[in-house]
T-cell receptor
Framework: GENVEQHPSTLSVQEGDSAVIKCTYS??????FPWYKQELGKRPQLIID?????GEKKDQRIAVTLNKTAKHFSLHITETQPEDSAVYFC??????????FGQGTTLQVKP | EAGVVQSPRYKIIEKKQPVAFWCNPI?????LYWYRQNLGQGPELLIR????????DSQLPKDRFSAERLKGVDSTLKIQPAELGDSAVYLC??????????????FGDGTRLSIL
């Protein structure tokens, strides 16, 4: 089955710096790669996703890059702000369509 | 557009008691998912519905968990009897019918279950 590895597990940056979180997956047939942000006690919120026919997608300060050959994709947050502090999860669909989530990255943005 | 609605938000029960969670998906979303999220971990799928049909329930502990989606809209997840290890957040999500394309899944606020 699909295996998803997410790194790092924790990330601390200074406000204004960039943050990068990486996920690797095992099934080369995967074609959809979402990222979720979850604040404490709240729902996972879809913040950006990418399909396998593109290598990069950007939405204001966040971007996702995909390397299908190497089977990894990354979340990039630029000009980080304290409100970016949360747990971020990557996910990859299994061959049955369910999402397999990574272990999560706790991002702390220090003001 | 209203999001995925779940109730209750919190539930505290004693072990061996029954408990039920309710979910109303986003209007027009044919696919509904129930996930369980343990503390410090990502959500894990329990069951997925396409309309009224449960198409993936391989991770549902069927000895004590049951789910239904009788009219293809709202869904209920039940645990009977609850065990201490069932303490978790139960999340509902919905998406358009995937077909050959995987559509984004949108989550509700979840039900935080605590077993005493």
């Amino acid at each position: 089955g699909e295996n998803v590895e997410q790194h790092p597990s924790t990330l601390s940056v200074q406000e204004g710096d960039s943050a990068v979180i990486k996920c690797t997956y095992s099934d080369s047939a995967s074609n959809y790669f979402p990222w979720y942000k979850q604040e404490l006690g709240k729902r996972p919120q879809l913040i950006i996703d990418i399909r396998s026919n593109v290598g990069e997608k950007k939405d204001q300060r966040i971007a996702v890059t995909l390397n299908k050959t190497a089977k990894h994709f990354s979340l990039h947050i630029t000009e980080t702000q304290p409100e970016d502090s949360a747990v971020y999860f990557c996910a990859v669909p299994s061959n049955t369509g369910k999402l397999i989530f990574g272990q999560g990255t706790t991002l702390q943005v220090k003001p | 557009e209203a999001g995925v609605v779940q109730s209750p938000r919190y539930k505290i029960i004693e072990k061996k008691q029954p408990v039920a969670f309710w979910c109303n998906p986003i209007s027009g979303h044919n696919t509904l998912y129930w996930y369980r999220q343990n503390l410090g971990q990502g959500p894990e799928l329990l069951i997925r519905y396409e309309n009224e049909e449960a198409v993936d329930d391989s991770q549902l502990p069927k000895d004590r968990f049951s789910a239904e989606r009788l009219k293809g809209v709202d869904s209920t997840l039940k645990i009977q009897p609850a065990e201490l290890g069932d303490s978790a957040v139960y999340l509902c999500a919905s998406s358009l019918a995937p077909g050959t394309v995987l559509w984004p899944q949108h989550f509700g606020d979840g039900t935080r279950l605590s077993i005493l």
